[in-house]
């Protein structure tokens, strides 16, 4: 356990990014909530009927949901970069031979990097945004520089800040295990490469469902690779695949807070399942190769 | 003492290269081995073979572990350098010490820091802004803070100009004398190890050419730099290497008596770099220099 611990901080200290990054994205967000001018929301007629709780479009959910997404998008950039870099730069630094001669299992290494890449960073960046957004909110209410349809608008509302919290929570979670097979595909392409992790991970599927399609003239490896990225969107959260192409439309706002059929559905979908299956054997894969990887 | 390590019909190919044949090979407790072979002999294979690091045929056993299956329980008892750059450039000092202490159960941290005080190293440097010197200290101090029974090192004055290497060796040879250790030593750096070694392990084409104890070459090897008129007599005893030094033949013989070849020129016992020659030339045919004596890979 302490290993494990050593391990997950030796990976900070190295990829300082994947905290830097972050911290400054709240760092900049703050400073604009403390400068810039008025934020204006028109609100039209509540959109069709419905038991959406009244308090589940105001205003101030939306700023609450909007105000995570740079820090989710940006940690998702960074983990991406991560979790190419983590088993092929110390090999490209022959550091590996440093790391080999601790008593530290493969194992160990291969897990302390999938936790940081797929569970210490997102939720680091959740309580980031979770945090500096009760600062925003408490520097917006001073500045009373929100207006919704031209009044200032009462902009505290703690039961809304904790659904809010608690939705972006589910939904990263539900990301984490939805996206599990993507970061220990990336681990793998990491441990495999010899030259640039960027080419394994992204050139053959790329070239696999293009000869396919050129080949065959079917378009399935491109339809399960684009099906896992988008179907999460509509499993767990009900949401039609457009969201993807069309964030504005239709923010996950609390209208779509998951009710049961959302999390059952996402619980019962086999491709989560068959993906997390995929996840575990890709990281078996990924510790097997570190074992006889070196800086050769 | 028992042996530390138990090497039987260890045999490694990459591909159809046959980096190490069927080497079986033994090293007692408290002995210092310097392992020797010229460049792709499989120095570096049985090295990482031990340290369980490579699959590989046959048994290869330390402490009673087998290395390939018991790596990270060996580790603990293990230490082990390859050249000295290979700590992580992006590491502070402070952080590279923390480190090894959350990961290793063996290691005595105040004894790190006893060996940092004498050094210049600033702790909350990056290990990249140090000099080559610095990063040799730093990598030593981690090491020798280390209480392993076996310490392996795999040509750890790479890059090191004779300065720091000597300091290297200095350090390595105290610290010995005051632990109990065993010390397996890959270098081409002969002479300047020489004096530190009980073992000589001779490496060729995957094979073991030469297992000796130190304390037995005189017994085992002469060298003879033959006088005037008295060369075809030497050679009949069977040289198993000449060369010509100043216009003299110089004759290194394996297993004959001193007594037989005194009468013949002066005899001498032969340096391990003189061996490390006579040996790769007598099974074939001379090749290129090998430079084997400060040579810089």
């Known amino acids: 356990m302490k290993v494990l611990y050593m391990q997950m901080r030796r990976e900070l200290w190295e990829h300082r990014s994947l905290w830097i990054a972050p911290l400054l994205v709240g760092l900049l967000m703050l400073v604009a909530v403390a400068t810039v001018g008025r934020i204006q929301f028109y609100q039209g007629p509540a959109p069709g009927p419905g038991p ?8 101030f959910a939306q700023m609450l949901l909007g105000w995570g997404i740079p820090f989710f998008l940006v940690s998702l950039i960074v983990i991406v970069v991560y979790l190419l870099d983590c088993l092929y730069g110390e090999r490209r630094d022959r550091s590996i031979l440093f790391w080999r001669s601790m008593p530290v299992t493969d194992t160990q290494t291969v897990l302390a990097k999938l936790l940081v890449g797929l569970l210490v960073v997102p939720l680091a960046a959740f309580l980031l945004s979770a945090s500096t957004s009760l600062l925003a909110s408490a520097i917006l209410a001073l500045r009373h520089h929100v207006l919704v349809n031209g009044q200032v608008a009462p902009l505290w509302d703690g039961a809304t800040w904790v659904r809010v919290q608690l939705r972006v929570l589910y939904s990263l979670m539900v990301l984490m295990l939805w996206y599990a097979p993507y970061g220990a595909y990336l681990m793998l392409a990491s441990v495999w490469a010899r030259r640039s992790p960027y080419a394994w991970a992204f050139v053959p599927p790329v070239l696999i469902a293009m000869f396919e399609n050129i080949l065959l003239g079917t378009r399935y490896v491109g339809g399960v690779v684009e099906r896992g990225l988008n179907n999460v969107l509509r499993l767990a959260f009900n949401l039609n695949r457009q969201f993807a192409y069309n964030l504005g439309d239709q923010l996950p706002t609390p209208r779509a807070v998951p009710n049961g059929r959302g999390v059952s559905a996402f619980l019962e979908s086999p491709q989560m399942w068959v993906g997390l299956l995929a996840a575990v054997l890709m990281f078996l894969l990924v510790i097997r190769l570190r074992r006889y990887r070196d800086d050769s | 003492m028992a042996n530390l390590i138990e090497i039987e019909h260890l045999s490694k190919r990459y591909g159809k290269l046959r980096a190490l044949d069927d080497v079986s090979l033994r090293v007692g407790a408290g002995r210092i081995v310097g392992l020797i072979g010229r460049n792709g002999a499989g120095k570096t294979t049985l090295l990482k073979a031990i340290l369980g690091l490579t699959p590989y045929q046959g048994s290869v056993r330390v402490f009673g572990l087998e290395a390939d299956r018991d790596r990270s329980a060996l580790m603990s008892e293990i230490c082990f350098i390859a050249d000295t ?8 000092v402070d952080h590279a010490i923390d480190y090894v202490e959350g990961v290793h159960p063996r290691f005595n941290r105040q004894r790190a820091e006893e060996v940092l005080l004498g050094t210049q190293i600033p702790r909350r440097a990056r290990i990249g802004e140090l000099s080559k010197g610095m990063i040799t200290q730093l990598h030593l101090a981690l090491i020798l803070a280390i209480d392993a029974r076996l310490l392996v090192l795999d040509e750890p004055t790479l890059g090191l100009d004779l300065l720091y290497r000597r300091q ?11 632990h109990e250790r065993t010390i397996l030593l890959a270098t081409h750096q002969l002479e300047e190890v020489e004096h530190l070694l009980t073992d000589v392990l001779l490496i060729d084409e995957g094979r073991v050419a030469l297992d000796t104890a130190i304390e037995e070459l005189p017994q085992r090897f002469v060298q003879l730099s033959v006088a005037a008129g008295k060369g075809d007599a030497a050679r009949a005893l069977h040289p198993i290497y000449t060369r010509e030094v100043l216009g003299r033949p110089v004759m290194l013989f394996e297993n004959q008596p001193r007594e037989a070849l005194a009468g013949l020129g002066e005899v001498s016992t032969p340096r391990i770099a003189d061996l490390f020659v006579a040996k790769l030339s007598a099974t ?14």
């Not at chain 2, 750059?85 to 502070?92: E, N």
């Not at chain 2, 290297?168 to 005051?178: G, K, V």
């Not at chain 2, 074939?284 to 890979?297: I, W």
Request: glycine residues 4%; without cysteine.
């Open chain 2, 85 to 92: 750059g290979v700590l992580p450039r992006w590491l502070r």
């Open chain 2, 284 to 297: 074939r045919e001379p090749r290129p220099a090998p430079l084997p004596v400060g040579a810089v890979a």
């Open chain 1, 52 to 59: 959406s709780p009244a308090s589940a479009n105001t205003p």
């Open chain 2, 168 to 178: 290297f060796f200095d350090t390595l040879l105290n610290d010995y004398l005051d």
